[in-house]
């Protein structure tokens, strides 16, 4: 295959970009990423305004929510907050996340966000990785759609509206089941 089809292939989303993401040229990863990047299982705030000393509040999460938390926290400029990506789940990466934590040591809180209820999503599997990486003092909290028999609730205005409260949720005070290390 020539180089001239392999970059106009490139050029075109990936199969696994939702359509949603399409548009968003946050969601598109630079030519450079596919011809000398690798996979990176972790992947932490690339916004100079996030300084790691400055970052009182991780969140941490896996998937398209990151998109929908990242503009959230560029429209209110929260810039004390910090958007990690788990890109891979199992084997949980560990030594990447733990290294991901440790850039941030003056943060005092932990939220994994999800999209799913919370019995559907990864939270129930990875809250134990994440807490066992947290450093000392941190508490670890969950925002997401509460549990539920269905993955959906079938009517886009209530999609929008738990959408929000998730989101709220992500940046507003710890409530519920927290976890203290």
């Known amino acids: 295959m020539s180089v001239d089809r392999i970059v106009a292939a490139a050029t075109v989303p990936p199969v696994s970009v939702p359509a949603k993401l399409v548009p968003l040229s946050s969601a598109q990863p630079p030519m450079s990423e596919f011809t000398k990047g690798e996979f990176r299982t972790v992947i932490g705030p690339s916004r100079e305004e996030v300084e790691g000393a ?10 398209k929510v990151a998109y929908d938390l990242i503009r959230r926290r560029d429209e209110k400029k929260a810039w004390d907050v910090a958007i990690v ?4 789940l199992y084997p949980f990466p560990h030594k990447a996340f733990a290294s991901e934590m440790k850039r941030f040591p003056n943060a005092t809180e932990v939220v994994w966000c999800q999209d799913e209820p919370q019995n559907q999503g990864a939270w129930f599997f990875v809250q134990h990785y994440v807490h066992e990486n947290m450093l000392d003092g941190q508490r670890l909290g969950y925002a997401g759609r509460p549990a539920s028999a269905s993955p959906a609730v079938g009517y886009s205005h209530l999609h929008q509206e738990q959408q929000k409260a998730l989101l709220d949720q992500a940046f507003g ?3 519920g089941f927290v976890l203290s290390k």
Request: with cysteine.
């Open 54 to 63: 400055s970052v009182k509040r991780v969140i941490v999460c896996s998937g």
């Open 85 to 88: 990506r788990v890109e891979q």
């Open 173 to 175: 005070k710890l409530k």
